[in-house]
């Protein structure tokens, strides 16, 4: 999954939470730097630019003579209609009575610069204080008024605004969406009041050990980049950030080809298209100003930033090998690499009978009580890797197992091992796909990624093509005697350095 700041507004509560995601401030680390030999994009299957890439169909080819039968797993087809201006406008509808709608649009916090870091989510908080039409108090009340949710998040590559409502009031929830985006005043007094709000969502988050680790692995890992900065930027940006940096952001990035509106549930298409036509003819085709640093392929940088508090109770180490972006051929290979490697909890019913070796072996010693292995994917690359938390005394032994059986990836991945996580992987595809949000966030994110739906019947196609050869040769490639990126904060005495670590992504076998 991808890293992300929300923002809610409901009939429960107009508050903001917090969701699952990665933002923190700037913190003092020692990094040390060593140059990765195999930066930049892997089998990028596109031509052209990282970024131009992004915005092309999804066609990595399926092996030879193997062909899907979509009659097998029926599932109700995605409509997309291109407007004149460029939006895109998808739909998949099925029975019911609510419905699901979003704006997905291609800028996040890689589209800034150092100076204006934070932008994209100052401006998802703004953008819900206040239109021409609405002010934040008849907005909050309509929301309320319909029953209905209404929800934003941004991310480092993506920012979406969606509505979950019931069918009648489909219309209304495209009219709030297209009225946020396209008429919010950014009125000077309420950004000044808004700083207050994000610096104490900072502070909160800053108190997630999870949320802290992932912003330092990137800052590591792509220090030379924009996906190496936060989603809600360093605190002297958050206090110096200005109504004409938000206006710029919107003029440099929000576009019609840019964006999509998706519905899902209870929705006609056709209607969907006649609202969109009316509520987003405004938005520009072209970007009015130049952004404030043109997105570039990112550097992935072997290196290690560590942050020792022996005052902490537990230790927290991410390790992170460059993957492959979503639009790489073997990004399928490197999803069933991430559940072959698996996830364990100690709170979880299995420990030592888990068929993952890496998790049975952690449970059965008692070497961590958390690990998840993750799979971070951008438009240009990727972050492969496991995070671990553990006691301090622990902790070599678990980074030993860790970087042995992410080794093994590449040696002893059998056939049988390559079936039951493209199983597991099919079931939680499915499972996720349970709700109108769900297959919305699902159409969206496809669009933006891949520029189109795939359908359940070719996504387990190229599972399903996945073997144990590919997955040890994708394994290969991404992990065997290359370097990584290393994060790790807490009680790090026995910590092993980085050289130890980078030893261990390879094996010598005679």
Same mark, same amino acid.
């Given at each position: 999954g991808s890293a992300m700041r929300a923002t809610r507004i409901s009939s429960m509560s107009s508050s903001?939470?917090?969701?699952?995601?990665?933002? @923190?401030? @700037?913190?003092?680390?020692?990094?040390?730097?060593?140059?990765s030999f195999s930066a930049g994009v892997k089998d990028n299957l596109f031509d052209g630019s990282a970024m131009s890439s992004f915005q092309q169909s999804f066609c990595a080819p399926l092996p030879p003579n193997y062909k899907f039968d979509p009659?097998?797993?029926?599932?109700?087809?995605?409509?997309?209609?291109?407007?004149?201006?460029?939006?895109?406008?998808?739909?998949?509808?099925?029975?019911?009575?609510?419905?699901?709608?979003?704006?997905?649009?291609?800028?996040?916090?890689?589209?800034? @610069?150092?100076?204006?870091?934070?932008?994209?989510?100052?401006?998802?908080?703004?953008?819900?204080?206040?239109?021409? *039409?609405?002010?934040?108090?008849?907005?909050?009340?309509?929301?309320?008024?319909?029953?209905?949710?209404?929800?934003?998040?941004?991310?480092?590559e993506q920012t979406v605004y969606y509505a979950k409502v019931l069918k009648q009031d489909v219309p209304k929830a495209v009219d709030i969406l297209s009225d946020i985006l396209l008429?919010?005043?950014? *009125?000077?007094?309420?950004?000044?009041?808004e700083r207050g709000v994000i610096l104490r969502e900072l502070d909160e988050v800053?108190? @997630?050990?999870?949320?802290?680790?992932?912003?330092?692995?990137?800052?590591?890992?792509y220090q030379t980049t924009a996906l190496g900065r936060t989603i809600l930027g360093p605190v002297e940006n958050i206090q110096s950030i200005k109504r004409e940096h938000l206006v710029d952001f919107i003029k440099a990035n929000y576009t019609a080809p840019r964006m999509c509106l998706v519905g899902a549930g209870a929705v006609d298409h056709q209607q969907l298209v006649e609202l969109a036509e009316k509520g987003f003819q405004g938005l520009r085709t072209e970007p009015e100003v130049a952004p404030?640093?043109?997105?570039?392929q990112s550097i992935f940088v072997g290196s290690d930033t560590r942050y020792r508090n022996d005052d902490m109770e537990k230790a927290h180490v991410a390790l992170a090998f460059e993957g492959v972006p979503w639009s790489s051929g073997d990004s399928f290979a490197q999803m069933v690499m991430q559940a072959l490697l698996g996830n364990?909890?100690?709170?979880?019913?299995?420990? *030592?009978?888990?068929?993952?070796?890496?998790?049975?072996?952690?449970a059965e010693r008692g070497l961590a009580t958390n690990i998840t292995t993750f799979n971070t994917q951008y438009s240009d690359t990727s972050l492969f890797g496991v995070y671990g938390i553990c006691d301090p005394d622990t902790i070599s032994d678990m980074c030993w197992v860790i970087m042995r059986e992410a080794a093994n990836?590449?040696?002893r991945t059998s056939d049988e091992d390559v079936a039951r996580a493209v199983a597991q992987l099919k079931a939680n595809l499915l499972f996720q796909l349970d709700g109108t949000s769900q297959i919305c966030e699902d159409i969206g994110r496809q669009l933006q990624t891949y520029r189109r739906r795939l359908s359940v019947a070719e996504i387990f196609a190229r599972l399903d093509a996945v073997d144990a050869p590919t997955v040890r040769r994708v394994a290969s490639e991404l992990i065997s005697d290359r370097d990584i990126a290393v994060a790790a904060r807490g009680p790090l005495a026995n910590m092993p350095d980085y050289g130890w670590l980078r030893r261990r992504t390879y094996m010598l076998r005679y």
């Amino acid at each position: 999954g991808s890293a992300m700041r929300a923002t809610r507004i409901s009939s429960m509560s107009s508050s903001r939470f917090l969701s699952v995601g990665r933002a @923190s401030t @700037s913190r003092s680390a020692v990094h040390v730097a060593r140059r990765s030999f195999s930066a930049g994009v892997k089998d990028n299957l596109f031509d052209g630019s990282a970024m131009s890439s992004f915005q092309q169909s999804f066609c990595a080819p399926l092996p030879p003579n193997y062909k899907f039968d979509p009659a097998k797993y029926r599932t109700v087809p995605t409509v997309t209609t291109t407007m004149p201006n460029g939006m895109r406008v998808a739909s998949e509808t099925t029975p019911g009575e609510t419905a699901t709608v979003g704006v997905f649009i291609d800028a996040g916090s890689r589209y800034e @610069s150092d100076i204006t870091n934070g932008t994209a989510h100052f401006l998802e908080h703004m953008n819900f204080k206040g239109t021409q *039409k609405r002010t934040q108090q008849q907005l909050e009340t309509e929301i309320e008024n319909m029953g209905g949710h209404l929800n934003a998040y941004t991310s480092r590559e993506q920012t979406v605004y969606y509505a979950k409502v019931l069918k009648q009031d489909v219309p209304k929830a495209v009219d709030i969406l297209s009225d946020i985006l396209l008429n919010s005043e950014l *009125k000077p007094a309420n950004i000044e009041r808004e700083r207050g709000v994000i610096l104490r969502e900072l502070d909160e988050v800053c108190k @997630s050990e999870e949320e802290v680790i992932y912003d330092d692995l990137h800052g590591t890992a792509y220090q030379t980049t924009a996906l190496g900065r936060t989603i809600l930027g360093p605190v002297e940006n958050i206090q110096s950030i200005k109504r004409e940096h938000l206006v710029d952001f919107i003029k440099a990035n929000y576009t019609a080809p840019r964006m999509c509106l998706v519905g899902a549930g209870a929705v006609d298409h056709q209607q969907l298209v006649e609202l969109a036509e009316k509520g987003f003819q405004g938005l520009r085709t072209e970007p009015e100003v130049a952004p404030a640093e043109a997105p570039h392929q990112s550097i992935f940088v072997g290196s290690d930033t560590r942050y020792r508090n022996d005052d902490m109770e537990k230790a927290h180490v991410a390790l992170a090998f460059e993957g492959v972006p979503w639009s790489s051929g073997d990004s399928f290979a490197q999803m069933v690499m991430q559940a072959l490697l698996g996830n364990w909890d100690m709170h979880h019913f299995s420990g *030592k009978n888990m068929a993952s070796p890496m998790c049975s072996t952690i449970a059965e010693r008692g070497l961590a009580t958390n690990i998840t292995t993750f799979n971070t994917q951008y438009s240009d690359t990727s972050l492969f890797g496991v995070y671990g938390i553990c006691d301090p005394d622990t902790i070599s032994d678990m980074c030993w197992v860790i970087m042995r059986e992410a080794a093994n990836l590449a040696h002893r991945t059998s056939d049988e091992d390559v079936a039951r996580a493209v199983a597991q992987l099919k079931a939680n595809l499915l499972f996720q796909l349970d709700g109108t949000s769900q297959i919305c966030e699902d159409i969206g994110r496809q669009l933006q990624t891949y520029r189109r739906r795939l359908s359940v019947a070719e996504i387990f196609a190229r599972l399903d093509a996945v073997d144990a050869p590919t997955v040890r040769r994708v394994a290969s490639e991404l992990i065997s005697d290359r370097d990584i990126a290393v994060a790790a904060r807490g009680p790090l005495a026995n910590m092993p350095d980085y050289g130890w670590l980078r030893r261990r992504t390879y094996m010598l076998r005679y």
